[in-house]
């Protein structure tokens, strides 16, 4: 339970607008000690996206203050943004980091925190089957729809989409554990004059073919390999 001086101090330090990344570090320890929240030990981090990161289990919270006294508040995992909002309230925000740390779920975030929305795919990872969901994405997403053949043709191929896919230059990345490299990767490379390029990792191989066809049954022998490793 926070002391009269304690709440006073909070509702002080909670106007917005932290001047820099370690002002609004110190404000946001004052608020957790305010209210009992646990933070761990929050960082300021200078640069182009300056901003005060709090470490969890599951990612980090990173607090960027904005103009006009606003918080750009993001949950970063898994190479992603799993939720993100804006709020003028630094109280709030604390409250987010400290429901994130202590293992709030996304949908529990949003309920209580309306300003914070989510990402399909974090949904996905919550739930513990994120692979058909990005291949979804990936199919659907006019970004990729140079890459739409390949993609279709290694959802269609049974021992492939069971994997986590990923597009990076025009390669398809498939992985066993999502984002994941070193769990084993198999990347199939469209080459010029309809050639194709599998490699796997860390396991090294490399084997060029000349249709697609034949890169996914290649693909598909080096996934099946990864997964009785």
Known sequence: MATGDQEAESQAVAAPGAESPAD???????????????LGEPQARSGWDASAEIGTDRGKVVVSPRAEGAFHVRILHRG??????????????????????RG???????????????DELAQA??????????????????????DRPLLQAAHAHPDLRVFYPDISHRSLML????????????????LSGGLYQVITFPVAFRREVDSLSEALEVAAACCRSLSDS
Do not use: Y
């Open 24 to 38: 609004l570090v110190r404000s946001m320890e004052l608020i957790a000690l305010a209210h009992g929240f646990e």
């Open 80 to 101: 992603f943004a799993w939720s993100q909002g804006w709020t003028n309230d630094l109280v709030a925000v604390v409250e987010v980091a400290d429901l994130w740390r």
């Open 104 to 118: 709030g779920l996304l949908r529990e975030l949003h309920d209580r925190f309306p300003f914070m929305s989510w």
């Open 125 to 146: 990872f919550e739930d513990g089957d994120p692979a058909p969901t990005k291949w979804r994405q990936l199919l659907s997403n006019d970004w990729h729809l140079p």
């Open 175 to 190: 992985t066993r554990e999502p984002c994941d490299l070193e769990s084993g990767l198999v990347k199939i490379t469209p």
